[in-house]
């Protein structure tokens, strides 16, 4: 994104993050989770999953100086908002690795918000939170088994132990 178009996009953000996305963090510390369905459509509203993304696939293609600030501002209000747009973006610099074909087909896709991206940190006794605790997630298809302390997301899939309406 160039700088002019820059400086006229991120007003639009501080204005979603203080009079929109703040309205949520009652109902976050009340509840124990983000209310998914209302807080994606606005973040992607403002191209906010596709940060990262370049402009060639839908993104906003910032760069780190450009996206940073986002991240301080979302951190200002609510932290937890703000690590939970950043794993979805910082995913997305996996892409970087896949092919033309790949990057056509699953970019637009995670820059409108459409899909949705997280990570887990799956060695044991490195990485972020070694403090572990033990898990067993089955699905329709496998079942995950392991160790983690920061596995996010999973109630987006409706997976066992997800807090109800999540």
Same mark, same amino acid.
């Given at each position: 994104?160039?700088?002019?178009? &820059?400086?006229?996009?991120?007003?639009?953000?501080?204005?979603?993050?203080?009079?929109?996305?703040?309205? &949520?963090?009652?109902?976050?510390?009340?509840?124990?989770?983000?209310?998914?369905?209302?807080?994606?459509?606005?973040?992607?509203?403002?191209?906010?999953?596709?940060?990262?993304?370049?402009?060639?696939?839908?993104?906003?293609?910032?760069?780190?100086?450009? &996206?940073?600030?986002?991240?301080?501002?979302?951190?200002?209000? &609510?932290?937890?908002?703000?690590?939970?747009?950043?794993?979805?973006?910082?995913?997305?610099?996996?892409?970087?690795?896949?092919?033309?074909?790949?990057?056509?087909?699953?970019?637009?896709?995670?820059?409108?918000?459409?899909?949705? #991206?997280?990570?887990?940190?799956?060695?044991?006794?490195?990485?972020?939170?070694?403090? #572990?605790?033990?898990?067993?997630?089955?699905?329709?298809?496998?079942?995950?088994?392991?160790?983690?302390?920061?596995?996010?997301?999973?109630?987006?899939?409706? #997976?066992?132990?997800?807090?109800?309406?999540?």
């Amino acid at each position: 994104m160039d700088d002019a178009r &820059y400086r006229e996009w991120f007003p639009k953000v501080e204005d979603l993050i203080w009079n929109d996305l703040s309205q &949520y963090i009652e109902h976050i510390e009340r509840e124990g989770h983000i209310p998914h369905k209302e807080v994606i459509p606005k973040l992607a509203a403002l191209g906010l999953y596709g940060s990262l993304v370049p402009e060639s696939y839908g993104g906003l293609g910032l760069t780190v100086k450009q &996206y940073v600030p986002v991240l301080i501002e979302l951190s200002k209000m &609510y932290a937890g908002l703000r690590g939970y747009l950043h794993t979805h973006v910082s995913a997305t610099k996996l892409l970087e690795f896949a092919t033309d074909e790949q990057k056509a087909r699953i970019y637009p896709g995670i820059a409108s918000g459409k899909i949705q #991206l997280a990570f887990a940190l799956t060695e044991p006794d490195n990485g972020t939170g070694t403090t #572990l605790c033990w898990f067993v997630i089955p699905t329709a298809a496998r079942a995950l088994k392991g160790s983690a302390c920061f596995c996010y997301r999973r109630t987006l899939r409706g #997976l066992p132990g997800s807090p109800s309406g999540a």
